[in-house]
């Protein structure tokens, strides 16, 4: 089975202006692109649906709380679930709007960050998630943490799931991502970036206490903010290909 390899993207001019966006399609597969909600512009996504298409790389929606000034990453305790759907699915269309000026065709939405920490373990969250790409287009795949709630709810409602797991993120030993609060959440080692996509590919990964954890995999990403992101998705990628060949 091919692993894909995704990353995060259209969210910070500075990674626009320095070449890093570029680059990094260089050595993923698919990547999400911020629609409005915690991140990006019109302006903004049509350079990224361009680069996507000349580099050859799928494209998806990366949908969020509405929190620009949260960059997405603070949990918005009094949301209106009617609201969020809405939200949600306005985000998406938008992509799909501007994709279909350059003849490019959505393939995923994946959520992006607090909106997809709670779908984790929150059933409601991942509910309104998969209805509001439903909503949109039912034949786009749903990108979710692996072995989480919100991968069996996308796909108790019909939707293609995508499973994946991060190679510069720390775990938990209940699975779940190590809080950004920590020193320790973010991997910025290519090397260590490597050897953690050699662990998943065998099925595991060791969480921060030493626990190993089973998961399997279709997908990997690579936060295109991470230091080192285009150093470690070119090792990630050259040990996947090394394990295909082996």
């Known amino acids: 089975m091919s692993i894909d390899i995704n990353s995060d993207m259209g969210e910070l001019n500075h990674l626009l202006a320095d070449g890093t966006y570029e680059k990094l399609m260089d050595h993923v597969t698919s990547i999400n692109v911020a629609c409005g909600g915690h991140a990006g512009d019109p302006e903004m996504m049509n350079v990224m649906v361009a680069l996507a298409k000349s580099k050859g790389v799928k494209l998806g929606a990366h949908p969020s709380f509405a929190d620009k000034e949260n960059f997405g990453r603070e949990v918005i305790e009094d949301f209106d679930p009617n609201e969020l759907l809405d939200s949600i699915r306005d985000q998406i269309e938008t992509l799909v709007d501007i994709a279909s000026e350059h003849e490019m065709e959505l393939t995923h939405v994946k959520p992006h960050g607090a909106l997809y920490n ?9 509910q309104t998630i998969a209805e509001a790409i439903i909503d949109v287009n039912s034949s786009f795949k749903a990108v979710g ?3 989480s709630k919100m991968i069996t709810v996308f796909d108790e409602l019909g939707l293609d799931v995508i499973s994946e797991s991060y190679v510069d993120r720390m775990y938990e030993a209940d699975g779940t991502l190590r809080s950004r609060k920590f020193d320790d959440a973010l991997i910025t080692d290519p090397e260590k970036a490597a050897n953690q996509m050699k662990s998943m590919l065998n099925g595991n990964i060791v969480a921060v206490d030493g626990t190993e954890l089973q998961v399997k995999i279709q997908s990997v990403c690579v936060h295109s903010d991470t230091p080192n992101a285009v150093e470690i998705a070119a090792a990630v990628k050259n040990q996947l290909d090394q394990s295909v060949s082996d």
Do not use: H
């Open 118 to 126: 709670l779908a984790v373990n929150n059933e409601e969250i991942s």
């Open 145 to 147: 943490l692996a072995g």
